[in-house]
């Protein structure tokens, strides 16, 4: 896909608008999971509108998003990063074998007061 | 249909006389030439544009109607502008429901500092209109000498 | 139905609410109803009547009703509940000077669908639920009331009466995906060359016997321009084929934004002419354009030719939006 | 007082008790909550991008079930809450999500079409808009007095704000005034509303475990005695997460508690 | 029939060169109604002024056509020419020959063709031309200010200079408004009281002025050198004039817990007060919320101490009706409400303040005397985080905040920040910025001295979330700078709101017919060219009331008002521009359509009698337009369905003649 069609893509699966984004880094301010990204909220919106998708699909940063919707609730110019960066997690599981966590590795991580929630979701976000 | 060769269109293009009317006026001082079948009709404002001046230009044998108004948000009369933008779009697509030539109307925003723009407006339609030929759905025969 | 309306119109009169009562009396034939006004309940016993007929639009009678002595009572459907609105907002009618009843209106019926139908010498028409018993000079015949009804009806945008005194029936809703624009998006499909055979198949039987014009709630100017010797336009009869589009354009832009497409001028029209078309035109274009708008649904807004943002279309956008398939 | 009941699977399973107590608390107060017939899971995360359909037809079939039913439909778990609260959303203003969700269960299912107009609101919003917290207040009969409480509003329950509709998703007032409602001390303390890392808890329980020792000092050092939450995976994860944990608890439970039905 | 005469000009070279103006004279000559044409070399001269004027005593004309440049050269000049011939001066139309023929076309007999037919659609013009007489108003000569800031009491002092009687109207006890609240002002730091309380003092005491303060407005009708003001007199419960402002009330006053607004609610007042000691007018009001004789019957202490027997608890509010030909609103600005942003925790915390707060903590007339303390606990402060733009440059799609950018906040901030690290060196300073913005003279060099000179951490950047936890407040945010979240215990956050039209604006608005933008600021006649006055006549604007605004550029704005009230108010009459909507009563509905689009609010309506039918009389609603306020867009002419309103000078039947003859 080309650059511009893969920042449409994105921009049309998230409902969102990057192009809105004036910079002010509140996103980053209010993500409570900043520390343990390589790129950050503020970046996800950045490389989006510079095409930088592959690169940011690649990282690990956006796995550890915990869609708490702090930035998207918090942007003073309805940019909602939280949404973007879901698809870009979304356009990444859908190529074939780009599972992020597979569903044999599910059951070591489990222990036995786990709801089940949190299977579904994990399988849900990070699987396809 | 035969063509005649010799046939120039006859444009009236309605100026409002702040902002289009100036800069017909600086493409003058620039000496930017347009064909001379556009005639200028000066007005105070686009919104003092009546569709009944649009009808009655093609029905005595126009080709063509252009106006041209001050910028969005630049009118002269704050407001005037905005009013002439609804109506124009709405007499256009009417227009063209009835199957008249869309392309023989048009709205074009030229500031007074625009005598380029101006006359590059006026090339680009009076070429626009001498494509589609002689106005004949709107015209009126007995006005035809 | 009628007979309740009757009653009512009686009480009103007799309460001494009103001194008079706006109505629909038979005309020439008994299908032909017109608008008449009832001072006595001896006139409502034997003229008034209410059929699948009455779909004359009475808003526009109020104008001058409404400034005579004392107050009149008004029978107002859905559709014309719209004019009356409107017309009040133009303060065009005296609003205290009527008693509005409103109507829950299920549809009205058109003649030429009947007859359309192969149903001749036609001598009266009941309703029956959802059909009508149709008495003919052959013998009674019956056929659905859906298949005989007025085109606005057909595609009936809403069955809520705006502003009434008291309703007679249940008050209905708003129905914005009644289908009324699919014509209008058929002729926008054709090309220009179709669309204007089309108009001119249509405009040229124009006789300009002006009865849109007398009929339409928004076209109740105190002079038309079309009468009027020192507007520049002023046109008797049409000479050309100029005149004919003229009068109708002209007159569909006048009434644009204040129109409630009631369909009086398609459903009066001799030569069948469809000329809600024109005005549909107009508000389906303002309704994508500039949102949703209908004429008379409140007292506060402004028509969207009156009105404007600082985003909206240029006309421009009528070349990439029109017609060229 | 009738209302249409979601439960969701994790109330089934893992955490029965905030069902359980929801229950009996309803029951007490009055309130009958018919759980919807054949309900399927919520999907558990709301699917953000808005090309998804598959995900969002379980909400619209809870939706139009209850739309059917003519109630007013009440969820209890946070996340159930987020997705259908949600899709609930895109079903009345998002034209597309309409016409193609409509489409598939119109053809796989042969179901009317659903455009987003029955109600769906939080056992908690049911006890403040439709009960009372007032009305809550004199049916408690056992008044939970002296004990210090931490609202844990987490994240799912309030935002958006703009979508969910429920308090003001900054300073939220509704599980303090609850809290007020039956004879306890509410705590305000700022990290109420910030992320346990539920989501992740699976995917990186280093992270989680980061998220959750944060909010629970923050608790403690503002005086917190004990948390209440509505979603079992904040439960879980505030509870086993925690290197010093404080007693969580849903707030049903201190719900039936207050109300003598535990 | 028009006698009209046809003067071709050469303009030298300029026309003569590409058009045969022989020709276009001769041609012209043969048009109907044309008794004279001829052509000259320059028509603007002496000599070509000299001959139109005989051409037109000599043959008696009653219409003239001028050929030359453009009318926006020389209309004007030949309208002079032709009115000192006797001529009305809207008997003249230029055709522009030159502009749109012989600059452009260089064919000659293209270009002569050209000028021939513009020639004749400016003669089919002429010949529906009416002598048309500008109307006059009398002005009356004195002027209303709305609003008694800073931006009010510089216009009232311009104006009153000027020797016109002027009033203040101010909703609240005293004239100064925001700006008395202020404790420093940028870039030069000196105080603003200073600054202010001698214009305080200069207003109240000049003879031409009036100060109507607690007085709000309730009615305006009338239009630019005429209008009709109701104004009304909120009951204060004390005589202004008997009140000498000693004080003894407050001291004596038992209810003292009454937020003082004046301090943003940051201590308490009396129930009847004075709100702050340099007030003027310097007289005590009684607040009828709090005080415990309006409410409950009993106490009257404040009348019994009143030495100068000035209370009266049975004032009541009373209606002033007043007359002036100039109206200045000035009505300013208030922060916006924290409420909704409480990811800084504004409403969970004392200590997270809005910086006019903040302003009042700094002032020695604050309610800390000017020591620098939290509101939690009345302890010094160590490390105080500033957050720019809350509220400011927000997407119009979020729910809260405003679209525009405050304008002011980079600035005071930078004087906070400066002020606090200049009197408290050991206080920690951070600023979060998303750009600082300081256009205007000296403002960057002010900013760069608080990063240079009192090492202000400026950190690019914003604050996610505020978290008070053991007496600190736990400050989130974004360092984008050096990429990563930094994390500050903070003793006090402030925040920088956003400003937001004054409330009374939008309902003020609606009386003075004067537009507003989506924001409620006011809206301007020209965005560049007429900044201070409303599209409105009549109505011009001071201050923040048109957009957001630091001091400087109010009061420049302020006088650049009264300059343009002052030079109205120096006329004896008005004479307006008469090409002017005007309605044919016969036509006319009263729909109401022409009104709708009125920029102006020059329309209005009145009941006529008509002759009906059979001797009857109908009384007909028809529109009105005011001559005095129309400026002739004629936007309602189109609106108009029936054709009744027409355009004086560019009538319907004078364009279409245009028309016509260009298409011929």
Not at chain 3, 59 to 67: G, P, Q
Not at chain 3, 301 to 324: F, H, L, Q, W
Not at chain 5, 313 to 338: C, H, M, R
Not at chain 5, 414 to 432: I, N, Q
Request: glycine content about 8%; overall charge neutral.
């Amino acid at each position: 896909m080309k650059t511009e069609d893969m920042i449409k893509e994105i921009t049309r699966i998230s409902g969102g608008n990057p192009a809105k984004c004036m910079k002010c880094g509140k996103c980053s301010g209010a993500c409570p999971a900043y520390d343990e990204m390589d790129y950050h909220p503020h970046q996800f919106v950045n490389m989006v509108l510079d095409g930088r998708i592959e690169e940011l699909a690649g990282s690990k940063g956006i796995w550890n998003c915990l869609s708490c919707f702090a930035c998207l609730e918090r942007c003073p110019r309805s940019v909602e990063p939280a949404r973007i960066i879901e698809a870009v997690r979304v356009v990444t599981l859908r190529k074939a074998g780009a599972n992020h966590l597979k569903p044999d590795d599910i059951p070591a991580r489990l222990d036995d007061d786990i709801p089940q929630q949190a299977i579904t979701s994990a399988m849900r976000k990070y699987a396809k | 249909m035969q063509v005649d060769k010799n046939w120039t269109p006859t444009i009236v293009a309605f100026c409002c006389n702040w902002c289009s009317y100036a800069g017909a006026d600086l493409s003058g001082n620039n000496r930017l030439s347009y064909p001379a079948n556009v005639k200028i009709i000066r007005i105070p404002c686009s919104c003092r544009l009546n569709p009944m001046f649009i009808l009655r230009a093609f029905q005595r044998g126009a080709d063509g109607v252009i106006l041209c108004g001050c910028h969005p948000g630049d009118c002269h009369y704050t407001t005037g502008n905005y009013y002439a933008r609804r109506r124009m779009t709405l007499l256009f697509s009417m227009l063209d429901y009835l199957g008249i030539e869309k392309e023989r109307t048009r709205v074009e925003w030229v500031s007074a500092a625009e005598g380029a723009k101006f006359a590059a407006t006026m090339n680009e339609f009076v070429e626009a209109v001498t494509a589609l030929g002689e106005n004949k759905r709107l015209e009126d025969f007995r006005c035809k000498q | 139905m009628q007979a309740v309306i009757k009653k009512k119109a009686i009480e009103l009169l007799e309460s001494g609410t009103v001194n008079r009562v706006l109505g629909w009396k038979a005309g020439e034939f008994f299908y032909d109803l017109t608008p008449a006004v009832f001072t006595t309940p001896e006139q409502i016993e034997k003229d008034f009547v209410y059929s699948v007929f009455s779909g004359a639009n009475m808003s526009k009678y109020l104008i001058d009703e409404s400034k005579k002595e004392g107050k009149v009572a008004a029978f107002i459907k859905p559709c014309d509940g719209y004019s009356f609105v409107q017309l009040q907002k133009e303060h065009r009618i005296v609003r205290e000077n009527i008693y509005a009843v409103g109507l829950a209106c299920d549809g009205m019926c058109d003649m030429r669908e009947i007859r359309e139908a192969g149903i001749k010498g036609v001598t009266s028409v009941e309703e029956d639920g959802e059909t009508l018993k149709i008495g003919t000079i052959y013998g009674e015949k019956t056929m659905a009331k859906k298949d005989a009804l007025l085109e606005r009806c057909v595609h009936c945008k809403s069955k809520k009466v705006v502003d009434c005194d008291e309703m007679i029936g249940e008050n209905g809703e708003e129905n914005r995906d009644c289908g009324r624009f699919d014509e209008v998006e058929k002729l926008e499909a054709m090309s220009p060359d179709e669309r204007f055979a089309f108009w001119r198949s249509q405009l040229s039987r124009c006789i300009r016997c002006n009865a849109c014009r007398e009929v339409c709630p928004a076209c109740s100017c105190v002079k038309c321009v079309f009468d009027n010797p020192n507007s520049g336009i002023a046109q008797k009869a049409a000479a050309s084929d100029f005149e004919e589009n003229n009068f109708h354009i002209i007159r569909a832009f006048h009434v644009a934004g204040r129109c409630t497409d009631c369909g009086e001028c398609s459903r009066v029209c001799p030569e069948h002419i469809p000329l809600h078309l024109l005005n549909r035109k107009f508000i389906k274009d303002m309704n994508e354009l500039y949102g949703f708008y209908q004429a008379g649904a409140d007292f506060e807004s402004k028509p969207p030719v009156m009105n404007y943002t600082t985003g909206d279309a240029e006309p421009s956008i009528v070349y990439a939006r029109g017609g060229d398939k | 007082m009738k209302f249409s009941y979601y439960p969701g699977c994790t109330l089934s399973a893992k955490a029965k008790d905030l069902d359980e107590y929801g229950r009996k608390a309803a029951e007490a107060l009055g309130i009958t909550l018919e759980e919807l017939p054949e309900w399927q899971c919520c999907g558990a995360v709301y699917p953000n991008a808005t090309d998804e359909i598959a995900t969002r037809l379980s909400s619209v079939r809870a939706l139009s079930k209850a739309k059917e039913a003519g109630q007013t439909l009440v969820t209890l778990c946070s996340a159930c809450h987020h997705v259908i609260k949600r899709v609930n959303g895109d079903m009345q203003n998002n034209i597309e999500i309409r016409q193609n969700v409509n489409a598939y269960l119109h053809t796989m299912e042969g179901a009317e079409p659903y455009e987003g107009d029955a109600k769906v609101i939080h056992y908690l919003e049911m006890l403040r808009d439709c009960v009372g917290f007032d009305t809550l207040k004199s049916k408690v009969v056992n008044p939970l007095k002296g004990k210090k409480i931490g609202a844990y509003y987490g994240c799912l329950l309030l935002r958006p704000g703009k979508e969910m509709q429920m308090d003001d998703p900054e300073n939220p007032t509704i599980l303090e005034d609850f809290i007020r409602a039956i004879g306890a001390e509410p705590v305000y303390y700022g990290m109420r509303n910030e992320c346990c890392g539920g989501y992740i808890t699976v995917e990186d329980k280093d992270q989680a475990k980061k998220r959750v020792n944060a909010i629970t000092g923050n608790a403690r050092n503002s005086g917190v005695d004990m948390l209440i939450t509505a979603c079992p995976l904040c439960h879980y994860n505030l509870k086993k997460n925690a290197d010093e944990p404080l007693p969580v608890y849903y707030f049903t439970e201190l719900l039936a508690e207050a109300l003598g039905v535990k | 029939m028009q006698r009209i005469g046809v003067f071709v000009c050469w303009c030298g070279s300029n026309i003569a060169a590409t058009v045969d103006v022989e020709a276009v004279a001769d041609a012209l000559s043969k048009e109907p109604g044309v008794v004279f044409a001829t052509n000259y070399q320059y028509m603007c001269s002496k000599s070509g002024q000299d001959m139109i004027r005989e051409k037109i005593k000599e043959l008696g004309l009653t219409g003239v056509v001028i050929c030359s440049c453009s009318p926006r050269m020389h209309e004007a000049t030949f309208r002079k020419t032709c009115e000192s011939a006797g001529l009305n001066p809207y008997m003249v139309e230029i055709a522009n020959i030159r502009e749109q023929v012989s600059w452009v076309h260089k064919d000659k007999a293209v270009g002569t063709e050209k000028a021939i037919i513009l020639g004749r659609a400016a003669i089919a013009k002429v010949q529906l031309n009416t002598p048309l007489i500008a109307g006059q108003t009398p002005v009356t000569k004195r002027a209303l200010v709305i609003g008694g800031g800073i931006a009010g009491i510089q216009t009232a002092l311009d104006i009153a200079d000027a020797g016109f009687p002027v009033d203040i109207v101010e909703k609240n006890p005293t004239i100064g408004g925001k700006m008395a609240q202020l404790d420093k002002t940028f870039p030069t730091l000196d105080c603003a009281a200073c600054i202010l309380t001698p214009k305080m003092v200069d207003a109240g005491q000049n003879e031409n002025i009036r100060i109507l303060s607690y007085s709000e407005i309730e009615d305006v009708k009338g239009y630019i050198g005429n209008f009709d003001v109701k104004i009304r007199r909120k009951a204060r419960y004390v005589d202004e004039e008997k009140c000498t402002g000693c004080g003894t009330c407050m001291e004596k006053c038992p209810m003292k817990k009454v937020p003082n607004e004046f301090n943003m609610g940051l201590d308490n007042r009396t129930a009847i007060y004075i709100p702050f000691a340099q007030a003027v007018p310097k007289v005590a009001t009684i607040d009828a919320n709090y005080c415990l004789k309006l409410n409950t019957g009993k106490c009257g202490i404040c009348s019994k101490v009143c030495l100068a027997d000035a209370v009266d608890y049975e004032q009541k509010d009373e209606i002033l009706e007043e007359k002036y030909g100039a109206i200045v609103v000035a009505t300013g600005f208030n922060p916006i409400s924290l409420e909704k942003f409480d990811e800084f925790a504004y409403s969970q915390s004392p200590d997270v303040v809005s910086s006019l707060e903040f302003e009042r903590l700094m002032n020695a007339a604050g309610p800390t005397g000017g020591t620098l303390l939290r509101p939690s606990d009345k302890t010094h402060p160590h490390t105080i985080v500033f957050v720019q733009c809350v509220g400011s440059r927000c997407d119009a799609s979020a729910e809260k905040g405003k679209e525009y950018c405050s304008k002011i906040c980079c600035m005071y901030t930078a004087k906070h920040a400066m002020l606090t690290r200049e009197k408290y060196p050991d206080t920690e300073v951070y600023v979060f910025y998303i750009d600082v913005r300081t256009p205007g003279k000296g403002f960057d060099e002010f900013y760069r001295r608080a990063v240079e000179q009192y090492n202000v951490h400026y950190i690019k950047g914003m604050v996610g979330k505020v978290v008070p936890e053991g007496g600190k407040l736990k400050v989130q945010a974004s360092d984008l700078l050096d990429n990563r979240q930094i994390h500050i215990d903070a003793d006090m956050v402030v925040l920088a709101a956003a400003i937001e039209p004054d409330k009374s604006a939008r309902p003020l608005a609606t009386k003075l017919t004067a537009s507003m933008d989506t924001n409620d600021f006011f809206t301007e006649a020209h965005p560049k060219l007429r900044p201070v006055e409303s599209p409105t006549a009549g109505i011009f604007l001071s201050g923040t009331c048109q957009g957001p605004k630091d001091i400087p550029e109010t009061v420049a704005q302020a006088g650049a008002a009264a300059s343009k009230v002052i030079s109205l108010l120096v006329k004896d009459n008005l004479v307006g521009n008469p090409c002017v909507a005007k309605p044919d009563e016969l036509m006319c509905n009263g729909c109401s359509s022409c009104e709708k689009v009125c920029p102006y609010g020059a329309i209005t309506y009145e009941d006529k009698p008509f002759r009906g039918p059979n001797r009857t009389t109908l009384i007909r609603r028809v529109a009105v337009v005011n001559p005095a306020v129309c400026q002739g867009c004629g936007a309602c002419t189109v609106a108009c369905p029936s054709g009744a309103m027409d355009l004086l000078g560019f009538s319907n039947r004078q364009i279409m003649a245009e028309v016509d003859a260009i298409c011929k």
